[in-house]
């Protein structure tokens, strides 16, 4: 298996707690009223929620799998779930900045107008940076040592499921104008 029970504990504790607590403080956006109101009718997780959610995670997954099957063949299986593992956690902390508006790009929003959100998100990659240079934390999260090189890596590889949710945005807002 690609990830561990203690992975998927640490990666809902890590990602989803204080990240959601500062979408939830994100500041409105000055154009929210220029937009037509919801039908009433229409459910909060609509189709198209749905679909951006499934989009994202199939992408993520497809990243994840892809770093654990590459690392796989160069070294062990526990550097393998390590590498997926930290892949994962990266994705979902800087996904959080694409899901601070679901209509909007990431550079609209405004990079610093939440930054309890970048302060959150600092010190979750710094705590999954120090699994890979603390005995006792990897341990407890078993995870190897990984170097450096390979963390800026797997940030940067953590950067593609957020950069394929922007160019989806992107691609409806010009359908929509389109229509």
């Known amino acids: 298996a690609p990830l561990l029970p203690i992975h998927l504990l640490w990666i809902n504790l890590v ?8 979408l939830a403080t ?4 000055r154009d929210v009223m ?5 039908p009433s009718s229409e459910q909060i997780m609509n189709s198209g929620f749905l679909g951006t959610m499934l989009f994202s995670g199939v992408i993520e997954a497809g990243v994840a799998f892809a770093v654990f099957l590459s690392v796989l063949k160069t070294g062990g299986v526990d550097m393998a779930r390590t590498h997926a593992f930290t892949v994962v956690v990266f994705s979902e902390l800087l996904r959080s900045f694409g ?20 302060m959150v998100v600092l010190f979750s ?3 999954q940076g120090m699994s890979h240079h603390n005995d006792l934390w990897g341990r407890f999260l078993k995870s190897e040592s990984v170097p450096l090189g390979d963390s800026v890596r797997l940030l940067g590889l953590g950067l593609i499921p957020l950069f394929c949710l922007e160019v989806l945005k992107i691609v409806r807002v010009k359908y929509r104008r389109f229509r």
């Not at 990602?15 to 500062?22: E, H, K, R, S, V």
């Open 15 to 22: 990602t989803d707690g204080l990240p959601a607590l500062c």
């Open 26 to 29: 994100d500041p409105i956006d």
């Open 34 to 38: 220029k937009r037509p109101p919801r």
């Open 99 to 118: 899901n601070r508006d679901a209509q909007k790009p990431l550079w609209q929003n405004g990079l610093f107008t939440n930054i309890p959100l970048i």
């Open 125 to 127: 990659i710094g705590l």
